[in-house]
């Protein structure tokens, strides 16, 4: 990357590594080690704890490394074959990720929303109505 902080970012998605079942500081060390310059941390199982503290620490060690950090959440549509249910409402889910991805410095969160039931399948879906909520509530609920 030159000086002025243009040009492609590259790193990895924790999920291509989920296999080591590594945490957030060891997967930052892995790609400094590698000589990459981003780590998408791609689910908050990834962090070896969600209190602040411990997020405050994991910014902290990738400023230090030289890696920044995009964020992930995984499913946040509950009509999709990949939602679960006993991670609460999306919005919720959505709101919790955007607090932690604020606090390790992320500019991004990724979240996906694959394989969504249709017809009979979405009828016998017990989480199919999450609410609605605005990118801008989302927004002023996480400041």
């Known amino acids: ?9 590259l790193g990895f998605d924790t999920y291509s590594l989920r296999a080591l079942k590594w945490k957030d500081v060891q997967f930052i060390d892995y790609a400094a080690g590698l000589g990459l310059d981003t780590v998408q941390i791609s689910s908050s199982d990834d962090y070896a704890s969600l209190d602040p503290a411990h997020l405050r620490q994991v910014r902290e060690h990738a400023e230090r490394a030289g890696i920044r950090i995009d964020a992930g959440i995984g499913c946040v549509c509950p009509i999709s074959a990949s939602w679960n249910v006993k991670d609460g409402p999306a919005p919720e889910k959505i709101i919790d990720g955007l607090k932690v991805a604020k606090a390790v410095g992320a500019a991004s969160m990724r979240c996906r929303a694959n394989k969504l039931l249709l017809g009979r399948e979405l009828a016998k879906s017990s989480s199919a109505n999450a609410g609605a909520y605005s990118n801008r509530k989302l927004t002023s609920m996480v400041a």
């Open 1 to 9: 990357m030159n000086g002025s902080g243009d040009g492609i970012r």
